[in-house]
């Protein structure tokens, strides 16, 4: 992978938002990866027919199938290069939800302090010195401290992706945007409930607040990045 040079900002057609990622300065956050939205036991259901999870099957079955795999190729990419892995969920700060955003207790949205289903989904899940950080709202950087831990790291380029892609995830982006970090969507690391709700909210995304990319495509340019600096720049997540 040959790595272009860097555009002013203010090139033609947002080339500036294009750029590559700097190794050091780059962290991937997962959102809401969580046990909640997928388990193996839900998955069956799903596909038991009659089941009121039936309607849910596409959405399971994408994550089981493409967002999981994807997201432990990608995870592994960025560690092997020191970059760090950090985590979001939806999970409350107690055991009786009094302080959720008002939005999702009218929305019924509660995982309590601890929870199990509040914990990442193990086959992509943490290393014992990867960064988890719950959050009440649907916006990780309206509802908790993120922007401050970022800022501590030293890090200015995010690489998102996660669930659902047309409500947290891309609140993610947005606002990751609007506080001045390069943002990279990973397309086929992230679902929505629908297909539609998916390609829509990817379509809007793409070109105005991050560059999208596919798996693949983030893991050659991590590998490429990586092979110019002589290896993993950083002692980074710490997953085994």
Not at 204 to 213: L, S
Request: charged fraction near 25%; proline fraction near 5%; glycine fraction near 8%.
């Amino acid at each position: 992978m040959q790595l272009p040079s860097i555009p002013p900002v203010d090139a033609p057609g947002g080339a500036y938002r294009e750029r590559p990622v700097e190794l050091r300065k780059t962290a991937l956050l997962s959102v809401d990866m969580q046990n909640a939205e997928w388990s193996p036991e839900l998955m069956a259901e799903a596909m038991r027919e009659g089941s009121p999870l039936a309607r849910k099957r596409y959405f399971l079955e994408r994550i089981q199938n493409v967002l999981i795999p994807n997201q432990q190729r990608l995870q592994a990419a960025a560690r092997r290069a020191g970059i760090e892995v950090i985590y979001t969920t939806i999970e409350a700060y107690t055991l009786d939800g009094r302080d959720r955003s008002l939005d999702h207790k009218i929305s019924n949205l509660f995982f309590p302090k601890g929870s199990w289903e509040a914990k990442v989904i193990d086959a992509v899940g943490p290393g014992p010195n990867d960064i988890v950080i719950p959050k009440t709202a649907s916006g990780i950087f309206n509802s908790t401290n993120i922007e401050y831990v970022l800022r501590n790291l030293g890090i200015e380029y995010l690489v998102i992706y996660g669930i659902c892609t047309d409500q947290c995830v891309e609140c993610a982006v947005r606002d990751a945007a609007d506080r001045g970090f390069m943002v990279t969507q990973i397309e086929d690391a992230c679902a929505a409930e629908e297909e539609r709700r998916h390609a829509v909210s990817i379509d809007q995304m793409n070109g105005h607040y991050c560059r999208m990319r596919t798996t693949d495509q983030m893991i050659a340019e991590i590998e490429a990045l990586a092979a110019a600096a002589g290896g993993g720049e950083r002692v980074g997540s710490g997953a085994a």
